[in-house]
T-cell receptor, first 116, second 109 residues
Framework: NAGVMQNPRHLVRRRGQEARLRCSPV?????VYWYRQLPEEGLKFMVY????????ESGMPKERFSAEFPKEGPSILRIQQVVRGDSAAYFC??????????????FGEGSWLTVV | TQLLEQSPQFLSIQEGENLTVYCNSS?????LQWYRQEPGEGPVLLVT?????EVKKLKRLTFQFGDARKDSSLHITAAQPGDTGLYLC?????????FGDGTTLTVKP
């Protein structure tokens, strides 16, 4: 999957705890995307970030969810006060430039969050 | 909101059969991608189509982009058990990809 690294691969949290998912994009890629996938469903767009900027967060729930892509370090998807409905696979993807220019995005192998 | 509908949702066939998966939308996309995803892994890109009417072939897989760039199809010839997986189409535009819900293909030996 072209070097997008996600960790942890699997995360178990109790209801009310916080979940932090990390994504290191392909070296040289400055655009990061987060998607969520429920069982037997496609990927749902959550947020699109460039370094230090959120470009589009139209798919992010308004509460408890936040994302960042700092100048240094990985992109972080943070879920506060998790509930069972947050259980899903969260995929990160990256591209060298924005998708509107026709470049394809490359996916990591995902982080599976289970809320118990 | 751009929506992509994939059909069929589930498909179970015998080895050697042919199949076609469809991806339809009312929206125009600048490009369209097909991915294959196996359980526990991320989607892996199969092909990107950009030009209306474009046809691309990848061994036994044939991808077609509609003339109006609103729909696409994936045709597999002589399916093999190794083709089993979730096939996702994604339309690119406005800075993000919109995914269909996928077609789960099972090829029985």
């Amino acid at each position: 999957n072209a070097g997008v690294m996600q960790n942890p691969r699997h995360l178990v949290r109790r209801r009310g705890q916080e979940a932090r998912l990390r994504c290191s994009p392909v070296k040289g890629h400055s655009h990061v995307y987060w998607y969520r996938q429920l069982p037997e469903e496609g990927l749902k767009f959550m947020v699109y970030l460039q370094k230090e900027n959120i470009i589009d967060e139209s798919g992010m729930p308004k509460e408890r969810f936040s994302a960042e892509f700092p100048k240094e370090g990985p992109s972080i998807l943070r879920i506060q006060q998790v509930v069972r409905g947050d259980s899903a696979a969260y995929f990160c993807a990256s591209s060298p430039v924005g998708e509107s220019s026709g470049n394809t995005i490359y996916f990591g192998e995902g982080s599976w969050l289970t809320v118990v | 909101t751009q929506l992509l509908e994939q059909s069929p949702q589930f498909l179970s066939i015998q080895e050697g059969e042919n199949l076609t998966v469809y991806c339809n939308s009312s929206s125009v996309f600048s490009s369209l991608q097909w991915y294959r995803q196996e359980p526990g892994e991320g989607p892996v890109l199969l092909v990107t189509v950009v030009t209306g009417g474009e046809v691309k072939k990848l061994k036994r897989l044939t991808f077609q982009f509609g003339d109006a760039r609103k729909d696409s199809s994936l045709h597999i010839t002589a399916a093999q058990p190794g083709d089993t997986g979730l096939y996702l189409c994604a339309g690119s535009g406005a800075g993000k990809s919109t995914f269909g819900d996928g077609t789960t293909l099972t090829v029985k030996p």
